[in-house]
């Protein structure tokens, strides 16, 4: 106990802890919108690229868009001339079309400086492509109007049937948002939070403090204590974390002067009520109350307790694995080849994490999230999408049964290993020490 | 009373055997120096006092009972591989310690103030152990070991790394607590320090015991009637129980003589027959000192 809050003291009271902890909440979303903002900054304002056009054939019309300028060529212009041209000016590349017969179009060419992108060249093949297309179209005497009334845009709107029947508005993009990022938060905090407990083991096995220490406890008792402490100062951030992030989210919807619609509130503009919308210019917007009502729709509490689950579950997991790998070296730098073993289904499951969210009813998904290796990522990537109770509770159950086990091995591995200095260690020492008796 | 008996301890790691068959017993209220080279053993047999590691087999009695955790309480520890959390401030480190001991926050506050004042640390209290000096981390790390009053302070190559002030401050405080009623174990390789604090001793080498008892009985045992004396003007024959053992031209008609006496002949009948033929200028027996005994044991065993 007393280990356990002499961790949680000594970290909890760094400057450092405290930055961390508010800022984090603060400087995600900062980035985040940051990057968004520039990336549409750019979209906007990037440099007009200036693009020739030789088109020999005479079909094409390229509308100016917001990234590139055409300059048409003359057509009596021969392709040498303009390519020398071309080179003198700072233009970004120079197209040729020949004359070409419309069943079989070839000899289309793209002359540039620098190697073009692959979104480029396939913004400018698509280009050409639908023109050909309505070329060909045109000569079965198709109107322009009807071509146009071709052009369709739809948004899939995507239900779950639930098994009382109920209808509930899913979201995909909201299940593989909340699925990735919980996912993905787990995976650093495993590794944050198991490099700390490393340090610290390493710490106290080089200041030599550790000896002091299990003569007065098992040291058992003091991995166990470390773990649990470190443990301890993970939820504490996490759960200021939610806290902040709750009180911001309500803060800027109070900004704009939305509050949470309840479900009647919803129903109410389904229906197509504008009544108590009419202080409330945002709410017309039904894309906005569409993602609104999803939003309200997310199991919160569902969510958030699986997720702590699973975080202490994971973190317990391999943070006793960290631990045991700190009481084996003398210092961080002998760390790295007994990380190796121990991140590796870390990093197999956060790769994983990507086709998880895929398919998250496939068989390698239920596995993934059944072993107690990976099922902290897994799972949580699942959980969005809804999962059965009974692989929940399997998943859970074995989960604990892990980390029990891993705790035990590493605590035999520890138990020899702090009191080891200077020793080469090796995985066939390492074996020797799980094997000793006491 | 014995506060300690160890009985017929063994300890082996996996290739070699730590400890076989030692058993001591350490007189309560005495400073016991437990002595062996490097690698004999002392750190293993002290480290299963401190139930660290347990034995392969043998028992360990405290005050005539069993070891058993409570038995953290009144014991203390000073490791020979020792640190404390460098980024954790004095005060609070010691609490934590005394508390790790058994004491409540409360004791361990009043205690380990107590200890800083004695020994003049009280301007550090507020600050890390990475900003003391190495001595001032020594007196620190004293300090844990003795806060909470243990009646049985174990340790371990104690004057290994401290300064000559440091350690001499230290001895102090260690005579102090044994006639306070604190029973010291030390271990050591270094015998000077044990000349002076030990009243008993009990030498381990490759893993076994070789020697025990209190020092005087030692010393006694192992004096063997040998005299140097230093002279003006030669020696003569002597009679047949006194046998010269060296002799040394010391210049301008001094010397040095060893003479041991044989079938117990006093050194009064030495000295009777040296006056009359010598001018005496010192005369003393030979002593052996405990690092002389401790060579020969360990020499001793080699060679068997």
């Known amino acids: 106990m007393l280990v356990i809050k002499r961790e949680f003291l000594s970290r909890v009271k760094k400057r450092s802890f405290l930055i961390a902890t508010i800022l984090t909440p603060l400087i995600f979303p900062a980035i985040i919108g ?47 001339t303009a390519k020398t041209a071309f080179n003198a000016t700072e233009d970004f590349a120079l197209i040729h079309i020949p004359e070409f017969e419309l069943d079989n179009p070839e000899g289309f060419t793209m002359y540039s400086k620098t190697n ?3 979104t480029e060249l396939q913004r400018f093949t698509g280009q050409f492509e639908h023109k050909i297309r309505d070329l060909k179209l045109k000569r079965f005497d198709i109107a322009q109007s009807t071509l146009d009334s ?10 779950n049937i639930g098994e009382s029947g109920e209808e509930k508005e899913s979201s995909a993009v909201a299940a593989f948002g909340i699925g990735y990022a919980a996912g993905f938060l787990i ?11 490393m340090q610290g083991v390493i710490e106290e096995k080089s200041s030599k403090i550790v000896e002091v220490i299990v003569s007065t406890l098992r040291p058992m008792q003091l991995m166990v204590g470390k773990v649990v402490g470190i443990a301890s100062v993970g939820l504490t951030q ?17 900004f704009f002067n939305i509050s949470m619609p309840s479900p009647e509130d919803i129903e109410l503009i389904s229906e197509g009520s504008q009544a108590m919308t009419a202080n409330n210019p945002l709410a017309n917007n039904p894309k906005l109350m569409q993602g609104m009502k999803i939003a309200a729709d997310i ?30 070296v003398d210092s961080s730098q002998e760390a790295q080849q007994f990380m190796f073993p121990i991140t590796i289904p870390l990093i197999a499951s956060i790769i994983s994490l990507n086709f998880v969210l895929d398919n998250p009813e496939s068989n390698f998904s239920f596995w993934l999230s059944v072993i107690p290796f990976t099922s902290p990522i897994a799972m949580m990537g699942r959980i969005g999408f809804g999962v059965p109770l009974w692989e929940l509770a399997l998943s859970m159950a074995l989960l604990v049964l892990g980390f029990t086990f891993t705790i035990w091995v590493a605590g035999r591995i520890y138990r020899v290993g702090i009191l080891m200095h200077g020793s080469k260690v090796n995985y066939k020492v390492l074996a020797k020490w799980f094997m000793m008796r006491n | 009373m014995n506060i300690l008996e160890a009985k017929g301890i063994n300890k082996s790691y996996a290739q070699h055997k730590a400890l076989s068959d030692v058993s001591i017993d350490i007189p309560k ?11 004999a053993g002392k750190t293993t047999l002290i480290r299963i006092i401190n139930q660290i590691i347990e034995a392969d087999s043998g028992t360990i009695l405290i005050k005539g009972r069993p070891l058993q955790e409570s038995h953290i309480r009144m014991i203390g520890y000073l490791p020979e591989e020792r640190g404390l959390y460098k980024k954790m401030k004095v005060g609070e480190q010691l609490i934590f310690l005394g508390q790790l001991r058994g004491l409540s926050k409360k004791e361990a506050l009043q205690k380990s103030q107590q200890w800083i004042k004695k020994l003049g640390l009280k301007p550090w209290w507020n600050k890390k152990v990475e900003d003391l000096s190495k001595g001032m981390a020594q007196k620190v790390q004293f300090i844990s070991t003795v806060m909470h009053e243990p009646e049985l302070i174990i340790l371990d190559e104690p004057f290994s790394g401290f300064d000559p002030v440091n350690a001499n401050l230290i001895k102090d405080e260690i005579l102090e607590l044994r006639d306070k009623g604190c029973t010291v174990i030390f271990s050591t390789h270094r015998m000077e320090s044990v000349e002076q604090l030990c009243d008993h001793i009990a030498m381990i080498n490759k893993s076994e015991k070789i020697l025990d008892g209190s020092k005087k009985d030692i010393k006694e045992d192992y004096r063997n009637n040998t005299y140097d004396l230093t002279h003006f003007g030669e020696i003569g024959p002597l009679s047949e129980n006194f046998h010269v053992l060296e002799r040394e031209i010391l210049g301008e008609g001094h010397f040095r003589t060893a003479i041991q006496a044989l079938n117990g002949e006093s050194p009064n009948n030495l000295l009777k027959e040296l006056i009359v033929q010598t001018e005496l200028q010192s005369f003393m027996e030979r002593i ?8 020969a044991k360990v020499e001793g065993g080699n060679h068997e």
């Open chain 1, 34 to 80: 940051g990057m968004i903002y520039f990336y549409m900054e750019d979209m906007k304002s990037a440099d007009k690229k200036n693009v020739q056009v030789l088109d020999e054939s005479g079909y094409f019309e390229l509308n100016d868009t917001t990234k590139y300028t055409y300059i048409y060529l003359p057509r009596t212009l021969s392709l040498e």
């Open chain 1, 187 to 197: 995976y650093m905090f495993i590794f944050i939070y198991g490099a700390q407990v």
């Open chain 2, 288 to 295: 052996p000192s405990i690092n002389d005994i401790f060579i």
């Open chain 1, 299 to 328: 199991p919160y509490l569902y969510l958030i307790v699986s997720f702590i689950f699973y975080f202490v579950g994971g973190y317990l997991m391999y943070g006793a694995l960290f631990a045991a790998v700190g009481s084996a």
């Open chain 1, 116 to 118: 073009p992108s692959i």
């Open chain 1, 238 to 254: 996490i759960l200021i974390w939610i806290a902040l992030i709750a009180v911001l989210s309500l803060g800027i919807l109070a």
């Open chain 1, 150 to 159: 071709l052009n369709t845009q739809i948004s899939l709107r995507s239900v």
């Open chain 2, 29 to 39: 209220q005495s400073i016991f120096g437990l002595l062996g080279p490097n690698g």
